[in-house]
């Protein structure tokens, strides 16, 4: 029998907010383990942050019990606090502070003192791999580096309970393996761990998840075995005549098809319940198309347990008028860009060139400068030397009229958090020049696109993220630009979110609309034409996501991932590199 301090005990928890006709939580009753880490999963608005503040005694119940290794959350928080770390979505690290003094901070608010505090220091500082970083300042650290902080801070007083609201959020492939190498070392040292997530590939990793929707608890159990339920419905479909993006969005339209998204050289299917590949066949009636069965992820069970999607065409698309096409006009082109502070180069002599109507995607971890790069390219950024052209015009000397072509929607969406929806679709059409009867009728398109009209007069920062993105994008596309320049797009957001997000991507493609952007998302990557991968400031690999997989390919990994892709292609170039003077 599992002992009262190695659980978590949910008994007919509910939680209702005022003005919500359904609870953000209803009536959860389960058990939670210590010795492993649990995954706690579910598309945007599941209630996943409603409950892990539930846990950490921040919001009241609305009806049942909670207990949190022996402890009630609201009347023993005192003795529960004290044993345990929680590190939510926006971890309060002081950025004008050093690594050292946030540490000596949390230490301070900890009571952790004298010769334990300089062992927990150096225990956590080798732990994250910040000891040669303890001088500089948080908020000069990559996101990889923060979060590995968040990491450090949360666990100064040695908690035996760890809540972690999703940590990998925008943080890098290599520098989420390395988050979940530590919580999973913790987990065997019998730290009792739940670890919140939209990335389903981190979910794989979790001995047991609990998956929710709405509220309410789907699944709990071994990822395996949810993924297993889907076995001989994952397909690989391709057709030499038609091209991914138009093959996936007529695949879509299909009642035999719950899930489609583009993987490489092919489309990765989900049949629906009680559908077979003879029945796709005849349902799609193209001759010349190759199906062949592949191994199911999580991600097709969780989709799959979800519904499939519910959009399934971009009402955008409809909207935007085409552009003219010259696929091998050069719109976007970095020439030898450089960008340095003092004597750091962010950006290091990187040239590339973008074609009308492609998607070209901008990789590689935090710090690498790829954020840079991007700034340079639409504009935000003056380059130390090198050109960013776009349409053929230097935005050093043509920025203002080269602007009136771009959209651009930020990594932190730029909307106006205190302003209602209404009010910034206004603000950002009036911005790019609309006005009277055009802008009015440019609002009406945008809300019905992206299904604004319930949330119209809600105050934005009230929104869940998947409708702070819908309506970041609807604000970068008032003007129909030539070309979308996109930074994390989707940082954050769930799978399906992410799937509606990409539709409007790729209807605005096939009116001849180039995109650029910068992901942490390797599935995303799958979406993108040709991929530059930034590395130490400069580009160390190009070519189609294709193209960077065969660069890895060999006995061990003959099939690589993108991510595999990803880190091999950088674990390659340190190799390579390493005996350079840094």
Known sequence: MVSSDQLIRLMGVVKHFPGLENPAVASLDTEIRAGGVTGLVGPDGAGKTTLMRMLAGLLIPSEGQLSVAGFDPLTE??????????????????????V?????????????????????FKRLLKFTSLEPFTDRLAGKLSGGMKQKLGLACT???????????????????????????????????????????????????????????????LYQGDPKTLTQQVAGRSLLVSHPGESNRQLMQRLLKLDVVSDAVIQGHAIRLMLAKNS???SLSRAINLPGLKISETTPRFEDAFIDLLGGMAIVESALGNMLHTLPHNPDETVIEARTLTKKFGHFAATDHVTFAVKRGE??????????????????????????????????????????QARQHLGYMAQKFSLYSNLTVMQNLRFFSGIYGLSGKKQGEKINDMCEAFALQPVMNSVTDSLPLGFKQRLALACSMMHEPDILFLDEPTSGVDPITRREFWLHINSMVSKGVTVMVTTHFMDEAEYCDRIGLVYHGKLIATGTPDDLKQQVVDSQTPDPTMEQAFIGLISRWDKEHSHEPS
């Open 77 to 98: 928080d005192r003795a529960l606090h004290a044993i345990l770390g929680y590190m939510p979505q926006k971890f309060g690290l002081y950025e004008d502070l050093t």
């Open 100 to 120: 050292m003094e946030n540490l000596t901070l949390y230490a301070e608010l900890r009571d952790v003192e004298g010769q334990v505090r300089e062992q927990t």
């Open 155 to 217: 666990l100064v007083g040695q908690p035996k309970v760890l809540l972690l609201d999703e940590p990998g959020v925008g943080v890098d492939p290599i520098s989420r393996r390395e988050l979940w190498q530590m919580v999973h070392e913790l987990a065997d040292e019998g730290m009792l761990i739940l670890w919140s997530t939209s990335y389903l590939d981190e979910a794989e990793q979790c001995r047991e998840i609990l998956l929710m929707n709405g509220g309410k608890l």
């Open 276 to 278: 077979t590949v003879d």
């Open 359 to 400: 998607i070209f995607g901008l990789l590689g971890p935090n710090g690498a400068g790829k954020s840079t790069t991007f700034k340079m390219m639409c504009g935000l950024m003056v380059p130390s030397s090198g050109d960013a052209l776009v349409l053929g015009m230097d935005l050093k000397k043509s920025s203002g």
